[in-house]
């Protein structure tokens, strides 16, 4: 079997830290990416190296198109050909009501959450597209049930923003289909996580699980394993597709 080489964005923390030790532990050789937390990236690496694969971490700020280029460049260089990206890099700003949102908070949301996956899914689809002799491939956009929701009174601009990331899905997979790549997404509910405490509320999870169907929120492993699905040959005829992980919700 040919190597395997999985790229995360935002990876140093929370559900991406989770998908990556998974994908490691799959046999995968794993890129890292992170904005500035290098310690935990590298803490991270050490124990994904310690699992036998190859690891590598790159800082890059994936709003910004030049550091993506060169973030996707590094990884060329370090362990070879992409199969996997998992766009899941995002922010979540303290809650707000539409009133007090300035363009300048909407566009880094924006900017963040879903320009980041557009330009990190151009240079991923350049490398994997089987029409320009690449072997194929997977994205796994990590989106959130926000993006139906649209968590009114707090959140609507990172819910919108997910919703774009989910139009993107759809249409990308649909344009990429015939390259031999595959686009699907995730969509977790309330996830045990350190956004919540730059979201301002860092104990929302515990606030809102017993209203939910399953009464808990769920962790970011349980996210980890339905990126993987998504990734692996189990699913080879998914592409489009919505994986809603919100404990009934
Ligand atoms: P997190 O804040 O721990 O992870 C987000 C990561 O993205 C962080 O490591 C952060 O440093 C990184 N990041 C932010 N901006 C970046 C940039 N410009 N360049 C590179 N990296 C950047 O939170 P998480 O819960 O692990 O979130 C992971 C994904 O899951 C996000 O897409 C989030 O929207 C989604 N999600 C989370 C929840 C939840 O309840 N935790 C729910 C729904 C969706």
């Given at each position: 079997?040919?190597?395997?080489?999985?790229?995360?964005?935002?990876?140093?923390?929370?559900?991406?830290?989770?998908?990556?030790?998974?994908?490691?532990?799959?046999?995968?050789?794993?890129?890292?990416?992170?904005?500035?937390?290098?310690?935990?990236?590298?803490?991270?690496?050490?124990?994904?190296?310690?699992?036998?694969?190859?690891?590598?971490?790159?800082?890059?700020?994936?709003?910004?198109?030049?550091?993506?280029?060169?973030?996707?460049?590094?990884?060329?260089?370090?362990?070879?050909?992409?199969?996997?990206?998992?766009?899941?890099?995002?922010?979540?700003?303290?809650?707000?009501?539409?009133?007090?949102?300035?363009?300048?908070?909407?566009?880094?949301?924006?900017?963040?959450?879903?320009?980041?996956?557009?330009?990190?899914?151009?240079?991923?689809v350049k490398r994997m597209s089987t029409q320009m002799g690449g072997q194929?491939?997977?994205?796994?956009?990590?989106?959130?049930?926000?993006?139906?929701?649209?968590?009114?009174?707090?959140?609507?601009?990172?819910?919108?923003?997910?919703?774009?990331?989910?139009?993107?899905?759809?249409?990308?997979?649909?344009?990429?289909?015939?390259?031999?790549?595959?686009?699907?997404?995730?969509?977790?509910?309330?996830?045990?996580?350190?956004?919540?405490?730059?979201?301002?509320?860092?104990?929302?999870?515990?606030?809102?699980?017993?209203?939910?169907?399953?009464?808990?929120?769920?962790?970011?492993?349980?996210?980890?394993?339905?990126?993987?699905?998504?990734?692996?040959?189990?699913?080879?005829?998914?592409?489009?597709?919505?994986?809603?992980?919100?404990?009934?919700?």
């Amino acid at each position: 079997m040919s190597k395997k080489v999985v790229l995360i964005t935002g990876a140093s923390r929370g559900i991406g830290a989770a998908t990556a030790k998974l994908f490691a532990q799959h046999g995968y050789d794993v890129c890292l990416n992170y904005k500035s937390n290098r310690q935990a990236a590298e803490s991270l690496q050490r124990e994904i190296l310690s699992l036998g694969v190859k690891c590598v971490c790159v800082a890059a700020d994936v709003a910004d198109e030049a550091q993506v280029v060169s973030l996707f460049e590094a990884m060329d260089c370090s362990l070879g050909p992409i199969s996997v990206l998992v766009n899941n890099a995002a922010i979540l700003q303290p809650q707000a009501r539409l009133k007090d949102m300035s363009a300048e908070r909407v566009n880094q949301m924006f900017c963040t959450n879903v320009t980041s996956a557009f330009i990190c899914a151009r240079e991923a689809v350049k490398r994997m597209s089987t029409q320009m002799g690449g072997q194929g491939g997977v994205i796994v956009n990590v989106s959130s049930v926000a993006a139906r929701t649209g968590s009114p009174n707090e959140y609507i601009d990172y819910a919108a923003s997910k919703g774009a990331l989910d139009t993107l899905t759809k249409g990308l997979a649909m344009e990429v289909a015939a390259e031999g790549i595959r686009v699907n997404s995730v969509r977790p509910g309330l996830i045990y996580t350190d956004m919540h405490r730059d979201g301002g509320e860092p104990n929302r999870v515990d606030r809102l699980a017993s209203k939910l169907p399953m009464q808990r929120g769920g962790q970011a492993s349980e996210v980890a394993e339905a990126i993987y699905w998504l990734a692996s040959d189990k699913s080879s005829f998914a592409t489009g597709n919505f994986i809603d992980l919100a404990g009934g919700l």
